[in-house]
Antibody, heavy 118, light 108 residues
């Protein structure tokens, strides 16, 4: 069974940093692109970033480019999201997801809540 | 920036057919995905690559594509299908993902 478990969420002050982790199991992690998607309270889904199997390609949504960094460790079967210069509008549930090729998602984690507030 | 357009809401009675559309200029060239999100839960894929249905998804869910519009069809809607539905695809560069704004399906 494919499992994706996010951790590292919490409360952070504006301008601060936070690192999310996503531990995976149940599939060959090194064979899949991985993504991060977020959802602000009461709002729709927003793509944040994705990363190729070997980490050689990374792409970001416009609202996080230059502030967030996606990375992965295939030995640990984990993907990470380093979030810097956080703003109030970054407050959201952040989902880790497994990609189908590099064009969509076939499995989602349960999400981790990030709250940016003073 | 690239956008996908969905109707914000739709209401159907049990047993009827719901058709949710999603429009975008790159859809003739890029696959579309559909996700169902029930209140308080993580999304679940119900259609991938325009028309493929994952295992475990009921046969009443189907997807189709025509030009710049893709459609999620739910035949014989059931009360449990009440949820938000999001389409998702990729822009013409092939790298930047985008989600539609979501359609709230209400089963009367």
């Amino acid at each position: 069974e494919v499992q994706l478990v996010e951790s590292g969420g919490g409360l952070v002050q504006p301008g601060g940093s936070l690192r999310l982790s996503c531990a995976t199991s149940g599939f060959i992690f090194s064979s899949h692109w991985m993504s991060w998607v977020r959802q602000a309270p009461g709002k729709g889904l927003e793509w944040v970033a994705n990363i190729k199997q070997d980490g050689s390609e990374k792409y970001y949504g416009d609202s996080v480019t230059g502030r967030f960094i996606v990375s992965r460790d295939n030995a640990k079967k984990s993907v990470y999201l380093q979030m810097n210069s956080l703003r109030a509008d970054d407050t959201a549930v952040y989902y880790c997801a497994r990609d189908v090729g590099s064009s969509g998602i076939d499995h989602w984690g349960l999400g981790a809540l990030v709250t940016v507030s003073s | 920036s690239y956008e996908l357009t969905q109707p914000p809401s739709m209401s159907v009675s049990p047993g009827q057919t719901a058709r949710i559309t999603c429009s975008g200029d790159a859809l003739p060239k890029e696959y579309a995905y559909w996700y169902q999100q029930k209140a308080g839960q993580a999304p679940v894929v119900v259609i991938y690559k325009d028309s493929e249905r994952p295992s475990g998804i009921p046969e009443r869910f189907s997807g189709s594509s025509s030009g710049t519009t893709v459609t999620l069809t739910i035949s014989g809607v059931q009360a449990e299908d009440e949820a938000d539905y999001y389409c998702q695809s990729v822009d013409i560069s092939g790298h930047s993902w985008v989600f539609g704004g979501g359609t709230k399906l209400t089963v009367l």
